[in-house]
């Protein structure tokens, strides 16, 4: 069992930027693929970045592409999301997700572990 916790919302201007935390439970950490999603108010919920077990490999949503940067500190248990340029339309929960695959490309959404979420609110 992996318990997620993010940290690092809250509300930026536009062309802002933000770093979301994202710890996790447990001495496995190492062994999971992690990920970043979003869900804006009345939307559905959209993978943004993911990550492999080493950091190694990463991909991302067009839409976040250039802006974000998702990275991993195992020693930590942490993963990171590095959002820049920040616009209007980023404002959403931010997730983080953990699945005992080695990565899972953008387009998969089947991950074993979810955190419960943190507010990202980009004014204009």
């Known amino acids: 069992q992996v318990q997620l916790v993010e940290s690092g919302g809250g509300l930026v201007q536009a062309g802002g930027s933000l770093r979301l935390t994202c710890v996790a439970s447990?001495?496995?950490?190492?062994?999971?693929?992690m990920a970043w999603f979003r869900q804006p108010p009345g939307k559905e919920r959209e993978n943004v970045a993911a990550?492999?077990?080493?950091?190694?490999?990463?991909t991302y949503a067009d839409s976040v592409k250039g802006r974000f940067t998702i990275s991993r500190d195992n020693a930590k248990n942490t993963v990171y999301l590095q959002m820049n340029s920040l616009k209007p339309e980023d404002t959403a929960v931010y997730y983080c997700a953990a699945d005992k695959d080695w990565f899972r490309p953008i387009q998969n959404y089947e991950y074993d572990y979810w955190g419960q979420g943190t507010q990202v609110t980009v004014s204009s």
């Open positions: 447990g001495r496995t950490f190492s062994t999971y693929a």
């Open positions: 990550i492999s077990r080493s950091g190694g490999t990463t």
